[in-house]
């Protein structure tokens, strides 16, 4: 309603750390996506995230960057190299490549289904010098598209994350001048409850104190389809106002903590 800018949207694990089932590949790609997003653009970004999402640990923007590589046409890049990169990034080996986070290897070919893509590559490498890049088909396994440039992240992130000697956030990805928006003041509170019975004290996840560390020194609002008198320990009333003293400080509980409205 407010801006042609496009709403982007940050999902969260289907699984919980605790678990330590690791996320599907649609959701690792995604997420990848938009913080490949929010490390490489320099306007700025509008990002709706649940409670969950927003306590997840994230690779160092550093790191995560380091991680990514763009390949192109007529590019020299080492083909044992690349073959080796995708191991290590999480890629599984196939014979057949049919979903997102597998590659398969054949003559001078690399077959791969990239977690951010809805289409697998092909690339054709003379020695290691990149002849073409093709989206192709998965259940035909013929070429459909030539394409100039691709870009590549990981395909995993829990693995990433628990190898990692250190971790940011995706306030980190947003930067100082960031806005926080917390809608819906009891349903985060019921939300948060409920994530902690089922997390348990999970490295993974901030714990709510940090998370409220961290925004309280940004410009931060707050919705609630609560009257604000309902959440807070001050009653306004007929009496609460006089000509004597006609502005109050109003403040009201979240998270077991009191915030000045």
């Known amino acids: 309603l407010f801006t042609e800018r496009p709403v982007l949207d940050f999902p969260a694990w289907e699984t919980l750390p605790a678990e330590n089932i690791p996320p599907s590949p649609d959701s690792v790609g995604a997420r990848y996506q938009l913080l490949q997003s929010l490390s490489q653009s320099k306007e700025p970004s509008i990002v709706l995230v649940s409670l969950q999402a927003a306590l997840q640990r994230l690779l160092p923007k550093t790191l995560f960057l380091d991680s990514l590589i763009s390949l192109s046409i007529q590019q020299s890049y080492p083909f044992?190299?690349?073959?080796?990169?995708?191991?290590?990034?999480?890629?599984?080996?196939?014979?057949?490549?049919?979903?997102?986070?597998?590659?398969?290897?054949?003559?001078?070919?690399?077959?791969?289904?990239?977690?951010?893509s809805t289409d697998p590559v092909r690339m054709e490498f003379w020695g290691d010098e990149?002849?073409?890049?093709?989206?192709?088909?998965?259940i035909s396994q013929k070429s459909v598209q030539k394409i100039k440039n691709l870009s590549l992240t990981p395909a995993v992130e829990m693995e990433w994350l628990q190898r990692s000697q250190k971790t940011e956030t995706l306030l980190d990805y947003l930067g100082p001048n960031t806005c926080v928006v917390l809608d819906d003041l009891v349903g985060l509170e019921d939300r948060y409850v409920n994530l902690v019975s089922m997390r348990g004290t999970s490295p993974l996840f901030l714990s709510i104190e940090e998370f409220l560390d961290r925004i309280t020194p940004l410009q931060t609002l707050f919705f609630s389809s609560s009257p604000i008198e309902e959440l807070s320990t001050v009653q306004a009333g007929p009496k609460f106002y006089s000509q004597l003293q006609t502005w109050h400080d109003l403040g009201f509980e979240l998270f077991q903590r009191v915030w000045k409205a």
Do not use: C, N
Request: hydrophobic share 40%; proline share 4%.
């Open 130 to 138: 990149i002849e073409s890049i093709r989206l192709f088909d998965p």
């Open 80 to 116: 044992s190299e690349l073959v080796h990169w995708l191991e290590r990034g999480g890629y599984q080996k196939k014979t057949v490549v049919a979903e997102k986070g597998e590659f398969a290897v054949r003559g001078g070919l690399i077959d791969l289904f990239p977690v951010t």
